[in-house]
C-alpha cells in the first residue's frame, strides 16, 4: 500500500488497485490473450478471466514510493514476442502512472504460454 499525502490529507492505494489497473492495461495491449495464473493442483498455466486480471499481476512496493511490478501473460500464436513485451511494459507505466500518480520502476513480462487457435 502506498500513502499519498497532500494539503487536504492522504490517500491510501491498496495493492489490488494496482493490480488491477496493470492487468487491464496490459490485457488491453496487441497480441495479448490475457493473463495466465498457475494452478497449484497440476502445475499448468490458465487464462483467467477478465474479472480475474489482478491475478496474473504481482506488485512490489520500494521504500522510495515506487513500485514494480511483474505481469505473467498469454499471447495470440506468431506474435512477435519483443514487440508485445515492449508495448506492454509502456502502456503498463503509462497507465499506472496516469490513474494513480505512483512512478513504476520496473514492469516485467512472462510470456507463460502462448494460445494457438
Same mark, same amino acid.
Given at each position: 500500500?502506498?500513502?499519498?499525502?497532500?494539503?487536504?490529507?492522504?490517500?491510501?492505494?491498496?495493492?489490488?488497485?494496482?493490480?488491477?489497473?496493470?492487468?487491464?492495461?496490459?490485457? $488491453?495491449?496487441?497480441?495479448?490473450?490475457?493473463?495466465?495464473?498457475?494452478?497449484?493442483?497440476?502445475?499448468?498455466?490458465?487464462?483467467?478471466?477478465?474479472?480475474?486480471?489482478?491475478?496474473?499481476?504481482?506488485?512490489?512496493?520500494?521504500?522510495?514510493?515506487?513500485?514494480?511490478?511483474?505481469?505473467?501473460?498469454?499471447?495470440? $500464436?506468431?506474435?512477435?514476442?519483443?514487440a508485445v513485451?515492449?508495448?506492454?511494459?509502456?502502456?503498463?507505466?503509462? =497507465?499506472?502512472?496516469?490513474?494513480?500518480?505512483?512512478?513504476?520502476?520496473? =514492469? $516485467?513480462?512472462?510470456?507463460?504460454?502462448?494460445?494457438?487457435?
Amino acid at each position: 500500500m502506498i500513502r499519498q499525502n497532500n494539503e487536504n490529507g492522504s490517500v491510501n492505494i491498496s495493492t489490488s488497485v494496482y493490480t488491477e489497473i496493470a492487468g487491464t492495461a496490459a490485457t $488491453n495491449c496487441f497480441g495479448v490473450k490475457g493473463m495466465a495464473a498457475r494452478s497449484v493442483k497440476d502445475g499448468v498455466y490458465h487464462l483467467l478471466r477478465k474479472e480475474s486480471v489482478g491475478k496474473g499481476v504481482h506488485v512490489k512496493f520500494h521504500e522510495d514510493d515506487t513500485i514494480s511490478i511483474d505481469l505473467h501473460i498469454m499471447v495470440d $500464436n506468431g506474435v512477435n514476442l519483443n514487440a508485445v513485451g515492449a508495448s506492454i511494459i509502456s502502456e503498463v507505466r503509462y =497507465v499506472v502512472t496516469k490513474c494513480t500518480g505512483t512512478e513504476v520502476r520496473a =514492469v $516485467n513480462v512472462y510470456v507463460d504460454s502462448m494460445m494457438v487457435d
